[in-house]
């Protein structure tokens, strides 16, 4: 299979360390508030790159995480009256909900940051000990320039990336926290490096080698999280192990509202829950994967409802499929288009053009064209059903 590596920008084979056994990381989300459609996407494309590769004979060891340590919990814990933990528990639940109903499968391993306090404070004391990161006061930093600086991801950091302010004495412009004191009712843990709490980066590559060892086959995320996120990420594993920490860097593209990100901090968002009370979970499942994940998706009233109907004329073939039976054989018409639909796969996930296909194909099926010979076809919709996860009713 070719898929787009962020680390290098092209399209490569897909061959993982371990032959037949794949270890994957995906960034969750910080759970202080429901998921919207761009959460949706990101975990449902993912979910049929698991699916395909998992079709294809490959073992799969997927580890996602929770933020569940973060600012913006704290918050919103005290608004709700609740420990911060206490409500990163219910909106785990929440997630939980949503994407059982959209018909994503589950991780191998949910990591919750919190667990892995110990683990997070033992790679800061070692980061202190090979002098790729230094204390400020009562936080520590990581040492970007010498670590060796960055580049995994973001190949011109100065042009291309404003500083991020953070608190305390830096000594290069891009350092970033690996250890940051705890103030009043925040989130904190005792630790040998002081009263405190963990920086977001810090947490990803601890649950990451943790449950999948020190090179992963792919990372999978957002692209708003290549910087500074994963970069930060990568220079923290870089520093720490000295080996390859991400053999290919997955990066899925936004879902837009009226022509902006769909995400929280804008407000410009829709819940999942939200669209599931007016179209089907397969309509919103089609629509998300009507694109390829690399391009942007305009979400509307209109394009759901649209994908409303194309689930429709899909599911009219699938039924058709079903009096011409799986064959033993497929007719050379049906051997064409499965072949096709495993080709875009095979290229980069194409599932916008797998999803065309089975329309041209139901649209066929069901009176487009006469006197064809479409025996097996029941397997092209067998695919779509375990493959993109669309459930067609049959
Ligand atoms: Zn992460």
């Given at each position: 299979m070719q898929i787009f590596n962020t680390k290098v920008g092209w399209k490569e084979e897909f061959i993982p360390q371990q032959p037949g056994f794949v270890r994957a990381y995906v960034c969750g989300?910080?759970?202080?508030?429901?998921?919207?459609?761009?959460?949706?996407?990101?975990?449902?494309?993912?979910?049929?790159l698991k699916?395909?590769?998992?079709?294809?004979?490959l073992e799969f060891l997927h580890v996602q995480n929770f933020t569940d340590v973060d600012d913006k919990i704290t918050a919103r814990a005290v608004e709700a009256g609740l420990a911060p933990l206490a409500l990163a528990d219910r909106f785990i639940e929440e997630y939980f909900r949503d994407m059982d109903a959209?018909?994503?499968?589950?991780?191998?391993?949910?990591?919750?940051?919190?667990?892995?306090i110990p683990k997070i404070v033992g790679i800061t004391e070692d980061l202190l000990k090979k002098e790729a990161a230094y204390r400020s006061g009562n936080t520590v930093f990581f040492d970007v320039g010498r670590?060796?600086?960055?580049?995994?991801?973001?190949?011109?950091?100065?042009?291309?990336?404003?500083?991020?302010?953070?608190?305390?004495?830096?000594?290069?412009?891009?350092?970033?926290?690996?250890?940051?004191?705890?103030?009043?009712?925040?989130?904190?843990?005792?630790?040998?490096?002081?009263r405190g709490r963990p920086g977001w980066h810090t947490e990803c590559v601890a649950m990451a080698i943790t449950n999948l060892g020190e090179t992963l086959d792919i990372h999978w995320g957002g692209m708003d999280l290549i910087y500074p996120h994963h970069e930060c990420e990568a220079a923290i594993a870089k520093a720490l192990t000295g080996k390859t920490f991400v053999r290919y860097w997955l990066h899925n593209n936004f879902v837009l509202m009226t022509g902006k990100k769909m995400s929280k901090s804008t407000g410009r968002l829709v819940y999942i829950r939200d669209v599931l009370k007016r179209h089907s979970p397969e309509a919103l499942r089609l629509f998300l994967l009507?694109?390829?994940?690399?391009?942007?998706?305009?979400?509307?009233?209109?394009?759901?409802?649209?994908?409303?109907?194309?689930?429709?004329?899909?599911?009219?073939g699938a039924r058709a499929a079903m009096d011409w039976g799986r064959g033993p054989e497929m007719s050379d018409c049906v051997k064409e288009y499965s072949g096709m639909f495993f080709n875009a796969l095979d290229d980069d996930l194409e599932t916008g053009q797998t999803l065309a296909l089975l329309e041209r194909l139901s649209w066929e099926m069901t009176g487009g064209s006469k006197?064809?010979?479409f025996t097996g076809a029941a397997k092209i919709y067998d695919a779509a059903e375990s493959i993109l996860g669309i459930r067609l009713g049959r």
């Amino acid at each position: 299979m070719q898929i787009f590596n962020t680390k290098v920008g092209w399209k490569e084979e897909f061959i993982p360390q371990q032959p037949g056994f794949v270890r994957a990381y995906v960034c969750g989300p910080t759970v202080y508030d429901y998921c919207h459609i761009g959460h949706a996407r990101t975990y449902i494309n993912f979910d049929v790159l698991k699916r395909y590769m998992m079709a294809s004979g490959l073992e799969f060891l997927h580890v996602q995480n929770f933020t569940d340590v973060d600012d913006k919990i704290t918050a919103r814990a005290v608004e709700a009256g609740l420990a911060p933990l206490a409500l990163a528990d219910r909106f785990i639940e929440e997630y939980f909900r949503d994407m059982d109903a959209l018909n994503v499968k589950r991780a191998t391993v949910y990591a919750k940051a919190s667990d892995y306090i110990p683990k997070i404070v033992g790679i800061t004391e070692d980061l202190l000990k090979k002098e790729a990161a230094y204390r400020s006061g009562n936080t520590v930093f990581f040492d970007v320039g010498r670590a060796g600086g960055f580049g995994e991801l973001v190949k011109d950091i100065e042009g291309s990336v404003k500083d991020r302010l953070e608190k305390g004495t830096k000594r290069g412009p891009f350092d970033f926290v690996l250890w940051r004191q705890g103030g009043e009712n925040e989130q904190a843990w005792e630790s040998p490096l002081g009263r405190g709490r963990p920086g977001w980066h810090t947490e990803c590559v601890a649950m990451a080698i943790t449950n999948l060892g020190e090179t992963l086959d792919i990372h999978w995320g957002g692209m708003d999280l290549i910087y500074p996120h994963h970069e930060c990420e990568a220079a923290i594993a870089k520093a720490l192990t000295g080996k390859t920490f991400v053999r290919y860097w997955l990066h899925n593209n936004f879902v837009l509202m009226t022509g902006k990100k769909m995400s929280k901090s804008t407000g410009r968002l829709v819940y999942i829950r939200d669209v599931l009370k007016r179209h089907s979970p397969e309509a919103l499942r089609l629509f998300l994967l009507s694109k390829n994940y690399r391009e942007q998706i305009e979400y509307s009233e209109e394009r759901l409802a649209g994908a409303e109907r194309s689930l429709e004329s899909i599911m009219g073939g699938a039924r058709a499929a079903m009096d011409w039976g799986r064959g033993p054989e497929m007719s050379d018409c049906v051997k064409e288009y499965s072949g096709m639909f495993f080709n875009a796969l095979d290229d980069d996930l194409e599932t916008g053009q797998t999803l065309a296909l089975l329309e041209r194909l139901s649209w066929e099926m069901t009176g487009g064209s006469k006197g064809k010979d479409f025996t097996g076809a029941a397997k092209i919709y067998d695919a779509a059903e375990s493959i993109l996860g669309i459930r067609l009713g049959r």
